[in-house]
């Protein structure tokens, strides 16, 4: 059975990272309604939640995505890209060491788990703000598998902000964002562009937890034979988070 390692959100959240200031503040209780009804999808589609206490210290730790990558029972977790972020992977690697071999990556390198994608047996990697050369060198060491590291558009803060996979042969892109070509031989369903920010979207089989709101996104994944689990996602916006990013599953 798939599972799901997830982390409450603190208080602290109204002063999480984000690129531009939103207009209007995180609502921090809306916010942890949302991520209940986004906790109840993924439970929908059959996954077995664990959900960890936050930490207000660290005001991102709702975005788990970023401190592990997991294949298999290997569980590599990072050291994130953003200082203010460099302690949220302590009680992660805790937690996952219940199910997982745990190895923990060491300065210099630094990495933010919503760069790495799997595809069958390729792991994409983006090169960020937050993922450097060091980070990726150990992805490959770790995992031993075939890894492309891509370039990211200007102002694109992780990887799969713009891609997400949803089995083991498609992936969701949004258009104009990255070369398609880098993704020949897998299928591959658009996002257009207006409706970018639908690109992140948790595939378990043939179910999508997608963000509520972007109806040609829907009606491509319905079209594809997907079983959609819309979820509202303001508050996490406003601090640049989406879908992918609130869950590590594995
Ligand atoms: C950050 O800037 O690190 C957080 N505010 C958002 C992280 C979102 N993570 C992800 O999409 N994988």
């Not at 210290?57 to 972020?85: K, M, N, Q, W, Y």
């Not at 999508?208 to 079209?223: G, I, M």
Request: glycine share 6%; aromatic share 6%; net charge negative.
């Amino acid at each position: 059975m798939l599972r799901a390692l997830c982390r409450y959100i603190p208080n602290s959240f109204v002063n999480a990272l984000a690129m531009t200031a939103p207009e209007t503040p995180i609502d921090v209780a809306l916010a942890r309604r949302q991520h209940l009804q986004y906790r109840d999808a993924l439970a929908e589609c059959g996954v077995a939640i664990t959900t960890i206490p936050g930490d207000e210290a660290c005001p991102d730790c709702v975005f788990v995505e970023d401190t592990a990558v997991i294949v298999g029972h290997v569980a590599l977790v990072t050291r994130p890209g953003a200082v203010s972020r460099q302690t949220e992977p302590v009680e992660i690697a805790r937690a996952l060491d219940a199910w997982c071999r745990v190895i923990r990556m060491e300065a210099p390198a630094t990495l933010d788990g919503g760069d790495v994608m799997q595809l069958g047996n390729t792991i994409y990697v983006g090169r960020s703000a937050r993922t450097n050369a060091a980070g990726i060198a150990m992805l490959e060491q770790t995992f031993r598998s075939r890894v492309v590291a891509v370039e990211l558009p200007p102002h694109v803060l992780h990887l799969k902000c713009v891609v997400s996979p949803l089995d083991h042969d498609t992936v969701l892109l949004a258009e104009g964002s990255l070369p398609p070509a880098l993704f020949a031989g897998f299928r591959i369903i658009s996002v257009p562009r207006e409706e970018t920010y639908a690109a992140n979207a948790v595939a378990v089989g043939s179910h999508v937890v997608v963000a509520q709101e972007f109806p040609r996104t829907h009606d491509a994944l319905s079209a594809a034979g997907f079983t959609l689990h819309p979820v509202p996602t303001s508050e996490v916006r406003k601090a640049d988070g989406s879908l992918t990013c609130q869950s590590l599953v594995f």
